[in-house]
């Protein structure tokens, strides 16, 4: 079934590609893109505020189903113990990268990134963590590790956000 993503950005991106970050990032380098319109929209806001004046939502169309068995696709369901390590590994190891085409699974925003700070300082469990998540409304994410799997986003339209 196709589904709409939307990516908030600076630019409008008609044809997405693998950008390296100016930061560590919940799954790698790569593009991303949320089912939440809101999610992206809220991003624009928030991390474009003091660069700029306008921002964009782009949207995109992209069919999972049409995902050939080639490509390398990850689903995390959930923020449990396996996406915990796997987004800690992304954002604390230096060099580490994975084979990945596609991963998909909840991203950790601001209120989550403060229990996973916890976590990272040792005052927290990782259980108490995976237990805490689940008190939050996971926005989902995205990403589009590699160019052959850009492939598989098709652009629709943009519109401005007023920062």
Not at 42 to 52: E, P
Request: proline letters at 4%; aromatic letters at 14%; a negative charge.
């Amino acid at each position: 079934m196709k589904q709409i993503l939307y990516h908030g950005g600076s630019h409008i991106i008609q044809i997405p590609e693998i950008r390296e970050p100016e930061r560590t990032l919940d799954f790698g380098k790569g593009f991303y893109v949320t089912s939440s319109q809101n999610q992206a929209e809220r991003w624009v806001k928030a991390h474009l505020k003091h660069k700029y004046t306008i921002g964009y939502v782009n949207s995109y169309e992209f069919d999972p189903e049409a995902i050939p068995s080639e490509l390398n696709v990850k689903l995390f369901r959930e923020a449990n113990d396996e996406w915990v390590d796997f987004v800690m590994a992304n954002r604390l190891t230096p060099g580490f990268t994975h084979d990945y085409d596609i991963v998909f699974g909840p991203v950790a925003n601001d209120n989550v990134y403060t229990q996973i700070t916890l976590f990272e300082g040792g005052i927290i469990s990782k259980e108490t963590l995976i237990n805490e998540l689940k008190a939050y409304k996971l926005v989902d994410q995205y990403l589009f590790h590699t160019e052959r799997s850009l492939a598989y986003l098709r652009y629709l339209s943009n519109y401005a956000v007023i920062i």
